[in-house]
């Protein structure tokens, strides 16, 4: 209705609906099969629990008509549990407590799911050992755990656990440990938080000396429970295992030979089985059209083998646990640079199209140069030009300045000349399209490498972040771990003393990761 000037009149806003929890009657399926009704004094003494501290921010009412709301009659215990972890990560936005509450709740559920047992507040430490030495005993029995776990002492360890660390987690972070990182047989999980802290200490203080072994795996322990020091994933998935592939990333070099290609393939693929991210340079290979000699045929060029390189990737996920990933690296001198970049696009030919690996374009100065300048750039097939891959500033530049000078007498035939700067700009339009090609740069790696002394860097890895040798007879390993800084503020300040501490206990499980490695891939 209008009154005069036309504004409408003002609605109320519509009255927010409440759940009748008074008159409510809904049936729950115990575990043992049994239907009971739904016990709300049990359900809020289930939140009061686990929102100790957080009294006044988390409200008790809401939680339980969230519940209520994705729950129904007939429900099981299980799937109840399951609804009120949701309902308070549903509150979550309202206020950071809510995270908090979900997070208890899910290690409530985990206790008891892992230990097997019901427990109280008082009964919790003894289960939580009990759980512990059960675990690592079960694992060796089938075969999850190195057999040598056996020789620590599980009982003394057992003493040492902190399960208070356990509230050091907030929802996101206990639910991925449990879906992801907590050892399993056939789906049985073997871990309880600080069991699992503990199961990766002890499987990176298994290269020191028996009687040292003991305090070394407290050392690793108090330092990785208290988030000071966090190893990288594939560490916390296999230290302590059977096979311990502790190593993050493997940097590849891709031969220009067929039996080579399809063997770094299988490489590749046994690296990713044991959650290895890999980083592998594809520059050698010849440009599409270039001859094949021993067949008498032209060559289909990097695209075909990449997207092969893409589906094994696909195919294999790391140790059951998260998917494959790979990146693979093409310098843009590459006849088949046009093409490469064109890979993660969601049109043309799907045949040539990598949508499960990341592309990274490795860029010499000289292409920049070539921008800035408004010149041209070529295109050189590497059967042509190969020491190009193996060549870095000054000597990179004259290097291709002669072989641009080769392309006007004929000697150089398979080459493409494109404006630097248009070439740039498709480059960009791809990366802001689809994220790929990653930018990186040849010369700033090589210039700043303590290894040039060793050869020419051709490509980083999965991340990014490391630039070591590769070579045919060379893959490079990358080894990782994070130091939590704000871990270490006290009173507002950096606790230097305390990190001088952290960093030394992470240099020494890096060194355990490294010379694991080694046997491993000996094995």
Sequence with gaps: MNHGSGAPVPQSAPAKSVVNLENLSMRVEKRDGTSVSFDRIKVEESIRRCSKGFENEIVEQDVIEELIKNSFD???????????????????????????????????????????KNFTDDTLITVYKESFINGIKEG????????????????ELAEELCIERDDLFGYMGIQTLYERYFVKH????????????????????????????KQK?????????????????????????????????????????????????????NLSKYSGGIGSD??????????????????????????IANDVVAAINRSGSRRGAAAVYLESWHLDFEDFIDLRRNTGDERRRTHDMNTAAWIPDLFMKRVLEDKEWTFFSPHETPDLHELYGKKFEDAYHAYEEKTKTGEIKFFKRVKAKDLWRKMLSRLFETGHPWITFKDACNVRSPQDHVGVVHSSNLCTEITLNTSREETAVCNLGSVNLSKHIVDGKLDKQGLEKTIKTSIQQLKRKIVTCVIVQLV
């Excluded at 990288?232 to 067929?258: E, K, M, N």
């Design 186 to 213: 056939k789906k049985k999980r073997l871990e309880l938080p600080q069991s699992f802290w503990m199961r990766v200490a002890m499987g990176l203080a298994l290269g020191e000396k028996k009687e040292l072994r």
């Design 74 to 116: 007939g429900i099981s215990t299980k799937d109840l549990e399951k609804a009120l972890i949701l309902a308070a990560v549903a509150l979550i936005e309202r206020d950071p407590a809510y995270n908090k509450l979900a997070a208890r709740l899910t290690l409530q559920k985990i206790y008891k799911e892992i230990s097997g």
């Design 282 to 307: 594809w520059t050698p290979l010849r440009g599409t059209g270039s001859p094949i000699e021993t067949i008498g045929v032209d060559s289909q060029g990097v695209i075909p083998f990449l997207k």
């Design 217 to 269: 795996t407290l050392e690793f322990y108090h330092t990785l429970s208290t988030l000071r020091y966090v190893s990288s994933t594939p560490t916390l998935f296999h230290a302590g295992l059977v096979r311990s592939q502790l190593s993050s990333c493997y940097l590849t070099y891709i031969d220009d030979d067929l039996n080579h290609i399809f063997k770094c393939l299988g490489d590749n693929a």
């Design 140 to 155: 060796i029995a089938k075969e999850r755990f190195d057999a040598e776990l056996a020789d620590y002492p599980l009982e």
